[in-house]
């Protein structure tokens, strides 16, 4: 089971699996449950913008480049804004040093992980959400499931060009170019946030994208399928084993 084509087509280049083996199983948020809330003003810090983030914090993830990215919007006059990072992992201790000594205490703070309902309500709040995933091979190839979450809660997205975060957000998220960095992605979330009508549409394109195409319950069948070809070739390749799946 992978949770793209693109690890399909790795499993069957270099894993040498046949097609028929390998099951995309896109891993969606349940729609039942991951739902928006009202947004709760509070949550702004006392700012007009709010940009939520949400996520795993290792070097992979590109928390420090979101920072640079904060110094950026601070530095071209936007002091109307904060950034709300939610999550845990072994970059948060450096990254809290970092939003001191870059002097963005007033602007980014870090939640670590919180509950299911504040999660909701900050990202119901946010005004935009981002993906700052440090550009790389790996990091092209893979879906990440915060994509998915912010289309779920109609909201609009930045993150850098990438050939599965395009797949999954298409219309709902701006790309910022990899060779400009911080810069170019500082540039889209201003662009964004000076057109609300923008961020509406796209918003309501990505939670559309989710509800008819990527909410989990699309993947229920391919994920039973794939435990019943398991299932099969187990029974078939060894007489002396039954395995009843309920």
């Not at 219309?171 to 961020?199: Q, V």
Request: charged share 30%.
């Amino acid at each position: 089971m992978v949770t793209n084509e693109s690890y399909k087509n790795l499993a069957i280049s270099r894993g040498h699996l046949r097609p028929e083996s390998v099951f995309v199983v896109r891993n969606g948020p349940d729609l039942r449950t991951f739902k928006p809330v009202p947004p709760n003003p509070t949550r702004k810090h006392g700012k007009p913008y709010l940009i939520g983030y949400v996520g795993n914090m290792n070097f992979q993830d590109g928390l420090d480049i979101l920072l640079d990215v904060a110094k950026h919007v601070k530095t071209m006059g936007r002091d109307d804004v904060h950034f709300t990072c939610i999550g845990r992992g072994p970059e948060l201790g450096r990254l809290r040093e970092m939003v001191r000594e870059m002097g963005l205490g007033d602007a980014v703070d870090f939640t670590g992980w919180v509950s299911d309902e504040d999660l909701i309500e900050i990202l119901s709040t946010a005004d935009l959400c981002v993906n700052p995933d440090r550009p790389s091979e790996m990091n092209d190839i893979s879906t990440m499931i915060k994509i998915m979450e912010y289309m779920a809660l109609a909201k609009p997205i930045v993150q850098f060009d990438s050939k599965e975060g395009r797949f999954s957000a298409q219309e709902a998220s701006l790309y910022a170019s990899k060779e400009e960095g911080a810069t170019n992605f500082a540039k889209k979330i201003i662009w964004l946030l000076d057109r609300p009508e923008i961020r509406r549409k796209m918003g309501e394109f990505g939670k559309k994208r989710i509800e008819e195409e990527l909410a989990w319950d699309y993947s229920v069948p391919k994920l039973l399928a794939a435990y019943q070809k398991a299932l099969m070739d187990t029974d078939s390749s060894s007489p002396h084993t039954r395995i009843i799946s309920r």
